[in-house]
């Protein structure tokens, strides 16, 4: 797995329009009112004295909680994400409240991946899938789980659904492309990535793709030149010297390599191919 761009975008911050007309107290509001300036930080404080001290209807309750789970993303937060999610789905449970937007599904699936709970995650984001089925962040997020699973064609589907929905994205294609190369689709992953270097053609992420794809299409001769334009870009990128050292290697100049190698791992410590490369090249 090469590149996945990932975000946690402004979509995981909305608030239910139904919710802020329920909440008496000014702590609410005022939570609401900092999540819409992207104030995370301040939301968190506003909406956890919002629920400890106010009372709510149930159906208040559960976007409260589902506000205070987004919040906990924007700040990566993770567990208390998935907590405040976990309330919102007890109480809507408990109190037959109605879970207003399926944006909640998608949240905690971005949550509980996050946390390494990849079962549940693509259970949560397959549920929201069903109810969205033209929201990006969910196939995105759904595209990982599967890489992660190590189910590269069912990745491979759902970030094919992104590049229809939004096909002069860049990070579209880069999605696909790193799913086609881990199904062993080789030339239809060069293709992607070719598609993404055509839109943005000076991205150091783009050109790095295609320089990578092309190693493992056997043509590192065509690739070096890329991965020398994408380092040059984005010298400080562990993924892209780790490609231009591999390419180098590649067409037989490992005394050039050695040292990319070495600079990969420092940048990258905790990547696994970059280490296994720099543990194979140093310490044979």
Request: overall charge negative; aromatic content about 10%; hydrophobic content about 45%.
């Given at each position: 797995m090469r590149v996945l761009i990932m975000t946690v975008c402004a979509l995981c911050l909305i608030w239910p329009a139904s919710a802020a007309a329920q909440k008496p107290a000014d702590t609410c509001l005022d939570g609401r009112a900092a999540m819409n300036t992207g104030d995370s930080a301040i939301a968190v404080t506003l909406l956890e004295e919002c629920l400890a001290t106010s009372e709510l209807e149930p159906e208040a309750e559960v976007q409260t909680?589902?506000?205070?789970?987004?919040?906990?993303?924007a700040e990566e937060a993770f567990e208390d994400a998935l907590s405040a999610y976990n309330m919102a789905f007890a109480i809507a449970d408990t109190q037959h409240a109605a879970i207003a937007s399926p944006t909640l599904w998608r949240n905690r699936g971005i949550a509980r991946a996050e946390l390494g709970q990849l079962d549940a995650a693509l259970s949560d984001l397959q549920h929201a899938a069903i109810e969205m089925p033209d929201d990006v962040l969910t196939f995105l997020n759904m595209g990982f789980v599967y890489q992660r699973l190590e189910r590269p064609a069912d990745a491979v589907v759902s970030y094919d659904r992104i590049v229809r929905l939004e096909p002069d994205w860049m990070g579209a294609w880069l999605n696909r492309s790193s799913a086609l190369l881990d199904a062993g689709m080789t030339g239809a992953a060069v293709a992607?990535?070719?598609?993404?270097?055509?839109?943005?053609?000076?991205?150091?992420?783009?050109?790095?793709?295609?320089?990578?794809?092309l190693i493992q299409d056997g043509r590192a001769d065509t690739a070096l030149p890329l991965c020398e334009e994408a380092v040059a870009m984005e010298p400080d990128t562990g993924a892209i010297v780790h490609s231009h050292a591999t390419a180098l290697e590649a067409v037989g100049r490992l005394d050039e390599a050695l040292p990319l190698y070495q600079r990969a791992h420092r940048l990258a410590p905790d990547d696994p191919q970059i280490t296994a490369d720099f543990e194979r090249t140093h310490h044979p």
């Open positions: 909680y589902a506000a205070l789970g987004a919040a906990y993303l992607d990535a070719r598609q993404a270097v055509e839109l943005e053609p000076e991205n150091g992420s783009s050109l790095n793709m295609l320089c990578w794809t």
